[in-house]
Every structure is written in structure tokens, then in C-alpha cells.
């Protein structure tokens, strides 16, 4: 069974940075898509960016110009990048990646913003 495994969140102050890595336990070349999500207690969880198995990459109008994505295939990684961080982005991120079909996700990491 693939695993996805989430690091990087932390407490951090308003316009502050992160970089939130996703490793996979198996190879990455197949997945067509990766990505993160995002979730707060109450909320939907919502689609915060997501990268292309050609490095094609969306991200969602809340966080363009913010935040990045990248994936580095070699390594089994993807990388979610986050700047000028508000309080409002305070959430569990998730990363996903989908193979043939299947859904996988990791169990998330939290990235709390003081003001």
C-alpha cells in the first residue's frame, strides 16, 4: 500500500514561510496528479494546488502569488511552498496523489498563523 507522508507545518507568525514536503514509499513517475488540501474544523476541505505529472501546476485564486508547488520525481517528493502567510491559512494540510485511478492521501500537518 503507497503511503504519503506530510512534514514541515509548524506555528508560525503572519507573513511568515514554510515549506510543507510530501514523501511517497513508492515511485512518484506514475502518478498523473499531486497535490494538497487543505482543512479547518467546520470547513470543506479545499483544493489548495495541485501539480501535473508533466509539472503542470493550479493553484487555487486564495493563494496564487503566495504559495508554490513543485515535485521532484527523483526523490519520491512533492513540496507545497507557502509565503506571506496570513491567519486565515491555519489549517491541517493534506497532500493527495492519484495512480490509475486510486486516491491516496497522507494524514496532514498542521500549519497554525499568529497575527
Do not use: H
Not at 506571506?84 to 491516496?104: E, H, I
Amino acid at each position: 500500500q503507497m503511503q504519503l507522508v506530510e512534514s514541515g507545518g509548524d506555528l508560525v507568525q503572519s507573513g511568515g514561510f514554510l515549506r510543507l514536503p510530501c514523501a511517497a514509499s513508492s515511485d512518484t513517475y506514475s502518478f498523473e496528479l499531486m497535490g494538497w488540501y487543505r482543512q479547518t474544523p467546520g470547513k470543506k476541505r479545499e483544493l489548495v494546488a495541485r501539480i501535473s505529472r508533466d509539472g503542470g501546476s493550479n493553484l487555487v485564486s486564495s493563494v496564487k502569488g503566495r504559495f508554490g508547488i513543485s515535485r521532484d520525481d527523483s526523490e519520491n517528493m512533492m513540496f507545497l511552498y507557502l509565503s506571506s502567510l496570513k491567519p486565515n491559512d491555519t489549517a491541517v494540510y493534506l497532500c493527495y496523489a492519484d495512480d490509475n485511478g486510486q486516491r491516496y492521501w497522507g494524514q496532514g500537518t498542521q500549519v497554525t498563523v499568529s497575527s
